[in-house]
């Protein structure tokens, strides 16, 4: 089991160009995860998907753009990059929580650095 | 609304010496989970324990120990005999049942020098 996977690890980018970060986990999670990690703020949630062909927004969604097309993986688009949109992204995953059940461990990726320039 | 705090931006120890890492959290939930996870240099995060409400007993396992107390709405983490290996940005983080997401606390950086 590889886990949660992170495509690519670091990457720079100008402003206006745009990137997709590609996450797969092989964990058969239903739940997966994108947050942004900077400075002194912990991790954010960007947005989050509870199954295949869904998404929602979480905290700071506001730049970026997500796909579920298969249940192993979730994409996060910057269509147009900004110098605040450098940062650390990690890409976690879940097993779906059912009903009266725990609340299930989130499992991490190894991150992706990017800087905007 | 549910916030997580960690007061310590950084602490630093040496080797051996034991180390309590403060989370306080909020919350108007009655239920909910509480998370640690560990971020070495490498960067990668490694989840270490999770608490559900309802559970208020602490927990050993090896070199750590966690210290849950609703009362106070801490779940405070401690090394004891902390090791160089130790160093690392530990984060708290606040579940919600009903939304499942995770609220995370803006990390504790501890350093071990040997």
Redesign the interface.
């Known amino acids: 089991n590889a886990g949660v996977t992170q495509t690519p690890k670091f990457r720079v980018l100008k402003t206006g160009q745009s990137m997709t970060l590609l996450c797969a986990q092989d964990m058969n999670h239903e739940?997966m995860?994108w947050y942004r990690q900077d400075p002194?703020?912990?991790?954010?949630?960007i947005h989050?998907s509870?199954g295949e062909g869904t998404t929602a927004k979480?905290e700071v969604p506001d730049g970026y753009n997500v796909s579920r097309l298969k249940k192993q993986n979730f994409l996060l688009g910057l269509e147009s990059a900004a110098p605040s949109q450098t940062s650390?992204y990690?890409c976690?995953s879940s097993y779906r929580?059912t009903s009266g059940s725990?609340?299930e461990?989130?499992?991490?990726?190894?991150?992706t650095r990017l800087l905007v320039l | 609304a549910q916030k997580?705090t960690q007061a310590q931006?950084e602490i630093s120890v040496v080797e051996k010496e034991d180390v309590t890492l403060d989370c306080v959290y909020e919350t108007r939930d009655t239920t909910?989970?509480l998370?640690w996870?560990k971020q070495p240099p490498s960067?990668?995060?490694v989840?270490l324990i999770?608490r559900?409400s309802f559970d208020e007993q602490n927990e050993i396992s090896g070199r750590y120990s966690w210290n849950f107390q609703k009362s106070t709405s801490s779940f405070n983490f401690t090394i004891t005999a902390s090791q160089v290996v130790d160093s690392a940005v530990y984060?708290c983080a606040l579940?919600e049942?009903r939304t499942?997401?995770?609220i995370?606390?803006?990390?504790t950086r501890l350093q071990v020098f040997p």
């Open positions: 739940y995860y002194g703020m912990g991790l954010r949630l989050y509870v979480g650390v990690f976690a929580r725990v609340q461990t989130q499992y991490f990726g190894p991150g | 997580v931006t909910y989970y998370f996870y960067g990668e995060l989840f999770r559900n984060f579940s049942v499942d997401k995770l995370f606390g803006t990390g």
